[in-house]
T-cell receptor
Framework: SQTIHQWPATLVQPVGSPLSLECTVE??????LYWYRQAAGRGLQLLFY??????ISSEVPQNLSASRPQDRQFILSSKKLLLSDSGFYLC??????????FGQGTRLTVV | KNEVEQSPQNLTAQEGEFITINCSYSVGISALHWLQQHPGGGIVSLFMLSSGKKKHGRLIATINIQEKHSSLHITASHPRDSAVYICAVRSGAGSYQLTFGKGTKLSVIP
């Protein structure tokens, strides 16, 4: 079956520390993968999307980066977190004919 | 770029009431999603629509492609329905990118 796993669900990190959020999908091949962020009081905003291994497009310049080392793995990273990186991060995937699937999300608090 | 507008932004209802949340978008789409975000942030996918109407339990979702509009209805609302409901649209040919509405915060009071 088609599923998506995102972890961790919640994370508290100090300013200046690194970040790594991981998302993996099952039940599909060569999906489009997405990272979104929801800042407090705002809608979900597209950060990165990937149409294939090693192919990353950035929608919003920021302190974050994304990588896709394997077909079904999408990683969101930061070398040094800022307070403004706090928010809700959501991984999603979609493919033609299969619809779109969403991870449960990660609530990141930078302190 | 697709613009997605949801209304209302906030909604408070008494338990048992019939609830409607609306979503409008500006550009033709291939699919529309309704998502439920719980207070802790977790996301649940409720529906994916490309035409017509879908029903799951007390939830009903409809879409009018010509009017670029979708509604999410909750019948016999319950306090456990309290959440943020988010509309997301997937653009058409050649693009699978999703554009999200800002969400509707629903509070159902016992």
């Amino acid at each position: 079956s088609q599923t998506i796993h995102q972890w961790p669900a919640t994370l508290v990190q100090p300013v200046g520390s690194p970040l790594s959020l991981e998302c993996t999908v099952e039940g599909t091949s060569n999906p489009n993968l997405y990272w979104y962020r929801q800042a407090a009081g705002r809608g979900l905003q597209l950060l990165f999307y990937s149409v294939g291994i090693g192919q990353i497009s950035s929608e919003v310049p920021q302190n974050l980066s994304a990588s896709r080392p394997q077909d079904r793995q999408f990683i969101l990273s930061s070398k040094k977190l800022l307070l403004s990186d706090s928010g809700f991060y959501l991984c999603a995937w979609s493919s033609l004919g299969a619809g779109a699937f969403f991870g449960q999300g990660t609530r990141l608090t930078v302190v | 770029k697709n613009e997605v507008e949801q209304s209302p932004q906030n909604l408070t209802a008494q338990e048992g009431e019939f609830i409607t949340i609306n979503c409008s978008y500006s550009v033709g789409i291939s699919a529309l999603h309704w998502l439920q975000q719980h207070p802790g942030g977790g996301i649940v996918s409720l529906f994916m629509l490309s035409s017509g109407k879908k029903k799951h339990g007390r939830l009903i979702a409809t879409i009018n492609i010509q009017e670029k509009h979708s509604s999410l209805h909750i019948t016999a609302s319950h306090p456990r329905d309290s959440a943020v409901y988010i509309c997301a649209v997937r653009s058409g040919a050649g693009s699978y990118q999703l554009t999200f509405g800002k969400g509707t915060k629903l509070s159902v009071i016992p």
